[in-house]
C-alpha cells in the first residue's frame, strides 16, 4: 500500500520519457502510454489521480484524447495536466485545469507537479475533514432519531392508566429499536411480564430474568441486556454485534426507558395507594355522618330525662330529710350537696351540643380529603 499519487503520462516524445521518468516513478505511482489507445485501455483498469497529456501526440489524439475524457461521465472530474503548445492552447475544444507551455523546462515542470502533489493533499484533507463531518452528522442524526423514540414513550406513558398499558408502550419502543426482549414488572406480590413477539416469556426467559434482577442495575453479557430497577427489568436477546457505537446507543438509550417505565410504574402505584386511602376516608365520614345523625336530639332528650330524673331524686332526698329527725347542721349539709349537684346537673344540660358540633367539624376537615362522599361500596 502506498500513499503516492497514481499518475498517467501519456507523450510519444521519447526524450521527455528518458528525462523524467525514474524521478516520476520515484515520486509517483505511474503509468506510462505513447498513445491515446493504451491510455484508454489503462483508465478501464485503474483510474489515476491525475493525467498528464501531450496535446502535440501524432494525428491530433492528445486533442481528442483530452476532449473524450471531459465528455465521458466517468472521467469528467478527473484533473488534466496539459503539455502544449501556445496555438494548442487557444483552442476553443482545449480544456484544461493546468498546462505548460512547450518548449517547458525541468525546473518548471517539477515545481508544477510540486504544487499539484500539496494541492492534492490538501484536497485529500479536506476530504477526510469532510467526511468525518458528514459521518459525526449522521451519527447524531441516527441518536437523536433513537433518542426520540424514548422521549415518545415518556411522553405517551402519562396517558396510561393501568400497568400493562405501560408495559404495552414500552414493547413498542423496543420493537422500534428492532429489538427483541422481555418487559418484566412487579409491584406489591404480582407481576406482569410480555415479549416483543406478543406472547408470554418462556421459562428459560423467566429463569434468566429472575437470575439476572439481583446482578445489578445494568448487565450485559454478549448479545444479551438487562437494565433493572425496583418495579422493572428489561431484557433485551439480541444486541447488534456489528457495529459497536449504535450497540452502546441503545444501552444507553434502553437504561432511560426501564427508568421512565420504573417512574410511570412508581406513580400508579401511589395514585391506586391514594385511591385506596380517599376510599378509606370516604367510608369513615359515612359512618361518622351516619353515626351522629340527630345525635344533637338524641342527646337533648337524654339530658332532659337525666335532668328530670336527677330533679325527682333530689326532691325525694329532702322530703325523706325533713322527716328523718337528723340534727339541723348535718341536714343543713346534706341539703347544700344536693343543691350543688343540681347545678352541676343543669350546667350539663345547658350544653348539650358541644360533642355534635366537635363531630360536625371532623366531618367537613375529611370531607375536603375525600372529595364527595356517598353510600360506601
Not at 194 to 207: N, Q
Not at 223 to 229: E, S, T
Request: aromatic share 6%.
Amino acid at each position: 500500500m502506498t500513499d503516492k499519487l497514481f499518475v498517467f503520462l501519456v507523450t510519444a516524445d521519447e526524450a521527455f520519457i528518458a528525462c523524467h521518468k525514474d524521478r516520476l516513478a520515484r515520486e509517483f505511482d505511474l503509468n506510462v502510454h505513447r498513445s491515446a489507445t493504451e491510455c484508454r485501455a489503462g483508465l478501464g483498469q485503474r483510474r489515476p489521480d491525475f493525467v498528464i497529456i501531450d496535446l502535440g501526440l501524432p494525428e491530433q489524439q492528445g486533442i481528442a484524447l483530452q476532449r473524450d475524457l471531459r465528455d465521458d461521465f466517468d472521467t469528467s472530474d478527473l484533473f488534466q495536466l496539459h503539455l502544449c503548445s501556445e496555438t494548442d492552447a487557444g483552442r476553443e475544444e482545449v480544456t484544461a485545469d493546468d498546462l505548460l507551455l512547450q518548449p517547458v523546462s525541468d525546473a518548471v515542470f517539477w515545481r508544477k507537479l510540486d504544487h499539484l502533489r500539496k494541492v492534492f493533499a490538501h484536497n485529500a484533507a479536506a476530504r477526510e475533514q469532510m467526511s468525518y463531518a458528514q459521518g459525526v452528522a449522521l451519527t447524531a442524526m441516527s441518536a437523536m432519531g433513537e433518542l426520540g423514540v424514548v422521549m415518545q414513550f415518556l411522553s405517551k406513558s402519562f396517558t396510561c392508566h393501568n400497568i400493562q398499558s405501560v408495559a404495552l408502550l414500552a414493547l413498542e419502543s423496543l420493537r422500534q429499536y428492532e429489538l427483541e426482549g422481555v418487559v418484566h414488572i412487579v409491584w406489591e406480590g404480582d407481576g406482569l411480564a410480555l415479549t416483543t413477539g406478543g406472547d408470554e416469556p418462556s421459562d428459560d426467559l423467566r429463569k434468566l430474568i429472575a437470575q439476572r434482577r439481583t446482578l445489578g442495575r445494568i448487565l450485559e453479557i454478549e448479545r444479551k441486556l438487562i437494565v433493572n430497577f425496583d418495579h422493572v427489568s428489561v431484557l433485551v436477546t439480541n444486541l447488534p454485534e456489528d457495529d459497536a457505537q449504535r450497540r452502546g446507543r441503545i444501552r444507553d438509550n434502553i437504561a432511560t426507558l426501564a427508568e421512565g417505565i420504573e417512574s410511570r410504574i412508581h406513580g400508579l402505584l401511589l395514585e391506586h395507594d391514594n385511591v385506596l386511602k380517599q376510599q378509606g376516608i370516604r367510608y369513615a365520614v359515612w359512618e361518622i355522618r351516619d353515626s351522629v345523625k340527630n345525635l344533637d336530639t338524641r342527646q337533648m332528650t337524654d339530658l332532659t330525662n337525666s335532668r328530670e330524673l336527677v330533679s325527682r331524686v333530689i326532691d325525694d332526698f329532702e322530703d325523706a330529710f325533713l322527716h328523718m329527725g337528723m340534727m339541723p347542721e348535718v341536714e343543713n349539709q346534706l341539703i347544700g350537696q344536693l343543691v350543688g349537684l343540681r347545678h352541676k346537673v343543669a350546667e350539663i344540660v345547658g350544653r348539650p351540643g358541644e360533642v355534635h358540633e366537635k363531630l360536625q367539624t371532623v366531618i367537613c376537615a375529611l370531607e375536603t380529603l375525600a372529595g364527595e362522599v356517598g353510600q360506601p361500596v
